[in-house]
C-alpha cells in the first residue's frame, strides 16, 4: 500500500521508539507497542542499517548493488520494495526527499 | 597481580577470628582485584563457605535468597579498611539458578531479576584474585560465563536506553529541551552499559564506568567520542536536540551491533 509513496529520492528512517535487536547474527525489529517482530538477515540487515535518514532511496541502492554487485536497475527495485514493506509494518518514514 | 600476593589476607582474617567453617574460597574483589584502587580504596574480600558465619561485629544484609542474610564486616588494618561480605556456597547455587537460560527465557515474562549484591557478587567473581580456593573459583567462573547472565545484563541495559531515548525523543519534540538532555545523559549512560557488555565487561553506571569503557572502547564508540558525550564537551546549549538526536543515533546503532 505505500508502494506508491516511495521514491528515489525518498530517505528512509526508522521511526521513533522502534525496537531493534540483533539475536543469532540477524535483526529483529519491532514497531512502537507492538510485539510482533521483523526478522531481518542478510541483504534485508545491509539496507535496514543503510537507512540513517540522511541517505536516498538512490543512495542505499547504490550500496545495495555494490555490495551484491548487481545491477543498479534491480537494487533500485529492491530496495523501493523493501522500503515499502516496512512502512507497512511501521517500522520507517519517509523524510528529507518529496515522498 | 598474583594470589600469593595477597595471602597475607587469609592470616590476617584467621588471626582476627573472621573465618567461618569450611572455608570454601577467599577472594579480593572489587577495585584493588581490577587494578584501580587508590590509596584510599577500601580492600573488599569475599569468603565462600559451607557453614554460616557468626560474629557479633557483623552487619546482615539481606538477599533474596535462603538463608536471607549477608553477613558483612568491616575492620581497619594497618590504616586500610577492609570489607568482607561472607557467602555461603548454596547461595551462590542459589543466585547461578537465576540466570540459567530456562530462567531467562522466563525472565521476559516474569521480569524476575537479580537483587544488586547477586549481581555484583557475579560481576566480581568473575574480575577477583583468588587468596584460596581457586578451583571453586574457576568453576563459578565457567558457571556464569557459560550462563544467561550477560545476556540478561544486556537485555536489560538495550529495554532501558531504549525507554530513555524515546522519552528524550518525546520532551525534545513538547519542547522541553532541558529535560531532554538529561533523559538522553541516562540513555547515553545505557548504551554504553550495553556496549560494554558485548566486549565481556560487566559494567556499571558508578565510579569505575570510565576505566571500564576505556578497557573496552570499540570502533562503533571510540573512547574519545564517549568521552565528548560523557563530558557533554559536543553540546551546543543553542542547538540541544542535536546533541539529544545523536545519542538517539547512537543507541540505534548499538542495538543493531551487540548480539543478545
Known sequence: ?99 | MTPGRYGFCQQVLSARELLPRGVTAIAVVGSVARGWDTPASDLDLIVVSDSPFTHPGTRAQDVPLTPRTLPTMAFSHEGHRWEVKYWLDDQIDQVLAKVTWTAFGNELKAGDRLAELERILLERLLTCIPVTGEEWIKRRRDEIESSAFRSSMLVEALAKADNRIRAALGQLDAGDSQSAVVTARDAFGWAVMALMLDQGEYGSLGKWRVRQYRAVATSLLPFDEYWSYETMRNYDPADPGSWVRGIADLCKRVSMEVEI
Open chain 1, 1 to 99: 500500500m505505500a508502494a506508491a509513496e516511495v521514491k528515489q529520492a525518498s530517505v528512509p528512517c526508522v521511526r521513533t521508539g522502534v525496537r531493534i535487536r540483533r539475536v543469532r547474527g540477524a535483526l529483529l525489529v519491532a514497531p512502537a507497542d507492538s510485539d510482533s517482530a521483523v526478522e531481518l538477515a542478510d541483504s534485508a540487515m545491509f539496507l535496514f542499517r543503510a537507512f540513517d535518514g540522511k541517505r536516498t532511496i538512490t543512495d542505499i541502492a547504490g550500496m545495495l548493488a555494490e555490495e551484491y554487485q548487481i545491477s543498479l536497475e534491480l537494487a533500485v527495485e529492491d530496495t523501493m520494495s523493501f522500503v515499502a514493506d516496512l512502512l507497512d509494518e511501521g517500522v520507517l518514514e519517509l523524510g528529507g526527499g518529496a515522498p
